[in-house]
């Protein structure tokens, strides 16, 4: 089993050129699943965690999501990227410790977003924001693991799709010590090419949770790294409520045909 030395080194190898999709497991079956197909690194997913747990996206305390980042970090020999979310915490202070826990769980890296969980505020004061982002910084320097931080900006999937509000605070967090940049919810490749320019010294992360664009594309406008959030939890939910709901309403079981073999997939 590669050491976490090795699974930080090897995650930022990977963000140094090309173009490579990290999809999202939600728990130690999808990880080793996907690692098996040969996929270069894998990130956790919020809220196909929190659907494993009976509850909506954000519902997971600090306690399981760190025991979540180390069961699957320990589960597979790829890098794994820590969906972080806003760091459980709205203190900078606060912050900078939840990602000391964190980082010793074994993971390659960690995202820190900028929703505040309000409707009314959905997003951070930019001073604020970067606060956080700095602490996190300041975090992993001090814990000595190296691993690589994504600093995200929420404005898109908030109820605020401003692209210049969302390119100033990216170059922001590039400023305050991200080292890759993420605002889910651009679809476009005018918003996406926008993005790459502005933080041109940084990678780009694209979130891909419809079929508007491939990976051939998405390199091409100088993307760096895709994945998928939890849209590869929401297709497996898909089967499963479609097949459980035809049991229930209808009596049949047409969707038990065609099924795969999954004990060879981990055989």
């Known amino acids: 089993m590669s050491s976490q030395r090795d699974k930080v080194d090897a995650f930022h190898r990977l963000h140094a050129e090309g173009c490579f999709v990290m999809p999202n497991p939600w728990d130690i079956g999808s990880a080793v699943a996907l690692a098996d ?60 410790a939840n990602v000391k826990l964190a980082a010793a769980t074994g993971i390659a890296g960690l995202s820190i977003e900028d929703s505040t969980g309000d ?5 951070y004061p930019l001073d604020l924001a970067v606060e956080r982002v700095r602490a996190a910084r300041r975090a992993i320097n001090e814990s000595g693991t190296g691993i690589l931080l994504t600093g995200r900006s929420e404005g898109f999937i908030v ?12 170059v922001a967090y590039a ?16 918003e996406i090419a926008a993005v790459v320019a502005a933080v041109a010294s940084k990678p780009v992360n694209l979130l ?8 051939a594309e998405a390199a ?3 993307v760096r790294r895709i994945s998928v959030g939890g849209t590869l939890a929401k297709t497996a939910w898909a089967g499963f409520l479609a097949a459980a709901e035809e049991i229930a309403m209808d009596g049949t079981f047409t969707h038990f045909g065609g099924l795969p073999n999954v004990d060879s997939t981990f055989s």
């Open 37 to 96: 197909m040969g996929f270069a690194a894998l990130a956790t997913t919020s809220s196909g965690h929190a659907w494993t747990r009976g509850r909506a996206d954000g519902g997971v305390p600090l306690d399981e999501e760190l025991q979540h980042l180390r069961e699957l970090a320990a589960a597979v020999d790829v890098p794994l990227n820590g969906d972080f979310q806003g760091g459980f915490a709205d203190e900078p202070d606060h912050v900078g």
């Open 220 to 222: 091409a406008l100088g």
């Open 175 to 190: 400023e305050a010590g991200a080292d890759c940049l993420y605002p889910p919810g651009i679809t476009t490749a005018e």
């Open 208 to 215: 891909v949770y419809a079929p508007v664009t491939t990976v």
């Open 159 to 170: 109820g605020r799709p401003d692209l210049d509000e969302t390119i100033r605070r990216l």
């Open 119 to 123: 409707a009314d505020e959905p997003l």
